[in-house]
């Protein structure tokens, strides 16, 4: 039968509870003496933020907890603050199930830190999920791998276990298989970046306003910009500049205006940045960086090729290895994980040594960005156990060589950044074709961010001529009212992101991989995009949806490849959806999901 749909507005209030009691018994006469207690009520929580952090992700949530309610599950749906939340899923492990948008994936590789078993004892985005899979594993290793020429025929089979190909979209179709069959975690839908700004601004290079670098082409036809005011939808860059810190850099943009990268990604491109020229030697699985001449901090220090070999030292280890085991950066790991060694030569030249690795994915090494070893050298004391003073480190006065410099902020409230006149965007006159629309730097002068307590108050401010960027993402409710506004105009941008539902596979029922397949199935994507996100979203079921590594086999039409909703328009078939956990070898007793 089914159960109950409950309307948008009604989900974001509701609450749910519920609990039943254990038996016991014995089982011969030969153990009469012992009692053994019949195993416990299944009990889950589901954590996301609150509604006026992300509306839509308290829905997803809300939902999920009542269709594990329905099939006899003790579930609790628990609002915590935000930073608080990717504190407990990326450095506690403090959960069971999260909800939670993620910038996404440009490549595969990029799963190799989020789900490799080698990072699960690590603390930060890498395998925040505790996932363990030899299989997973290799499939990982040998998309990366560098090509041999010595494909296997029998390889070409996408179901096939030999991994003897130089096919790596073949590889990679497997690795999404296998996590389609294993559920980690469950990708749900992906959203356009959409936000809102004034509607004379103008923006060169068609570069997308979900990436940083947009900032960098903002203007106004007069050429008139000496300050651009920015609304803050999340007052997380108030409080804490600390590059390395991702449970307050996960949806933040400014700060990386602060730092620049040797390479940078525009679009599909991996452009020189601070590196004036790199080069790629396949054979030998190194990188030559010749960096740009008279790089400088924005404290004045220079900016060498020490810097660069110590920022991999550092990310790779921020203990500097002053403990037993190193204590890795909690962001950066797929780049750094590419990476062997890395020397200074001399003052401007960097040679990176990679473990093996394909050509194409080289450069990808080069996109973290470079840290003044004068100013982090000093962070590499252990603070815990597990953390040092730079992963703790609120940073409230960062240096960095970006196009924008730290000036002043007010904890919880605003944020200002000076353009800096000292950067290679304003002072290179023969920058490439790919550069040009960042050429000169920022128009404006001042970046002047200040916190808003909700959407509604920006929207009015940007009509108003306050202010003239949203920083974050328009709510779905919001985007028709909007639009509607003349002074106003809303940029959608395809992105990457995705809302996933984590999965804590240290947790018993969640460490088994049936329990986690019959929970995948609760979730019924396309009601999920029209109830949820008002049609402003894309069903998917694979985290490299926005990548050509995605097969019409795997590309979403409505039905999972592990099998159908258990119901109808949202709605779930309780009897159905219940013999989903019996098939996964669980019981119920007096209506209560049991352990096995």
Not at 234 to 247: C, G, I
Not at 316 to 326: I, V
Not at 357 to 369: E, I, K, N, Q, S
Not at 415 to 435: E, G, I, K, M, Y
């Amino acid at each position: 039968m089914p159960s109950t749909g409950l309307s948008r507005r009604s989900l974001l209030t509701a609450a749910s509870g519920g609990a039943a009691a254990a038996t016991a018994g014995c089982f011969s006469r030969l153990r009469s003496q012992i009692t053994y207690d019949a195993a416990d009520p299944i009990s889950l929580s589901v954590k996301t933020v609150p509604a006026d952090r992300d509306p839509s992700a308290v829905l997803l949530g809300r939902e999920l907890a009542d269709h594990l309610e329905t099939v006899g599950i003790d579930v609790s749906h628990d609002l915590i603050d935000e930073v608080q939340l990717l504190r407990d899923a990326f450095f506690n492990h403090d959960y069971d199930l999260f909800v939670t948008e993620i910038p996404g994936h440009r490549d595969p590789d990029e799963l190799r830190a989020l789900l490799h078993s080698q990072f699960a004892p690590e603390l930060g985005m890498q395998n925040p999920f505790g996932y363990a899979s030899p299989r997973t594993d290799d499939l990982l290793e040998a998309q990366r791998r560098p090509a041999t020429g010595t494909d296997d025929p029998a390889s070409d089979n996408p179901a096939s276990d030999n991994l003897a190909t130089d096919d790596r979209a073949m590889l990679v179709e497997r690795l999404q298989r296998q996590l389609l069959e294993q559920q980690p975690f469950l990708t749900v839908v992906s959203r356009p970046h959409t936000t809102a700004v004034a509607s004379d601004l103008t923006f060169s290079g068609g570069v997308s306003f979900a990436s940083s670098l947009a900032y960098l082409t903002v203007d106004r036809p007069e050429g008139d910009l000496d300050t651009l005011t920015v609304g803050l939808q999340r007052p997380n860059v108030t409080r804490n500049r600390n590059v390395l810190a991702v449970e307050y850099r996960l949806h933040d943009r400014l700060t990386d205006l602060l730092y620049d990268p040797i390479v940078q990604r525009v679009g599909d491109q991996y452009v020189p940045w601070l590196a004036a020229e790199y080069s790629v030697h396949g054979q030998s699985n190194t990188i030559t960086v010749d960096l740009r001449p008279n790089l400088s901090w924005h404290d004045g220090t220079p900016l060498t090729a020490s810097d660069v070999a110590f920022t991999y030292r550092f990310c790779k280890d921020t203990a500097l290895g002053g403990t037993d085991s190193p204590v890795p950066a909690p962001r950066f790991r797929q780049q750094t994980s590419l990476v062997r060694s890395v020397s200074d030569v001399d003052q401007t030249t960097v040679e990176i040594e990679l473990h093996p690795t394909r050509v194409g994915l080289a450069p990808t090494a080069l996109t973290v960005p470079v840290l003044p070893e004068h100013v982090w050298n000093s962070r590499s004391s252990l603070q815990h156990e597990y953390f040092t003073r730079a992963i703790t480190a609120s940073v409230s006065s960062p240096v960095g060589s970006g196009p924008l410099r730290f000036d002043s902020a007010e904890e919880g409230q605003s944020l200002t950044l000076q353009r800096f006149d000292d950067h290679f965007l304003r002072t290179t006159s023969d920058l490439p074709n790919a550069l040009q629309p960042f050429a000169g730097g920022p128009a404006y002068e001042t970046l002047s961010a200040e916190s808003a307590p909700n959407i509604g108050v920006v929207l009015d401010d940007i009509a108003e001529g306050r202010v003239q960027v949203l920083d974050g993402t328009v709510p779905v409710d919001d985007v028709p009212d909007a639009r509607d506004r003349s002074d106003v105009r809303v940029l959608e941008s395809p992105t990457p992101s995705y809302y996933l539902i984590g999965i804590n596979t240290r947790r018993h029922p969640l460490s088994n991989y049936a329990f986690r397949s019959a929970l995948g199935r609760l979730i019924d994507r396309d009601h999920v995009v029209e109830a949820v996100f008002d049609g402003i979203a894309m069903a998917t079921e694979t985290p490299l949806h926005d990548t050509a590594y995605v097969s019409e086999e795997l590309r979403w039409d409505g039905e999972s490849v592990t099998g159908g909703f258990p119901g109808e328009d949202g709605q779930l078939d309780r009897d159905a959806a219940r013999q989903l956990f019996r098939d996964a070898g669980f019981r119920y007793q007096e209506g209560s999901l049991r352990g096995r």
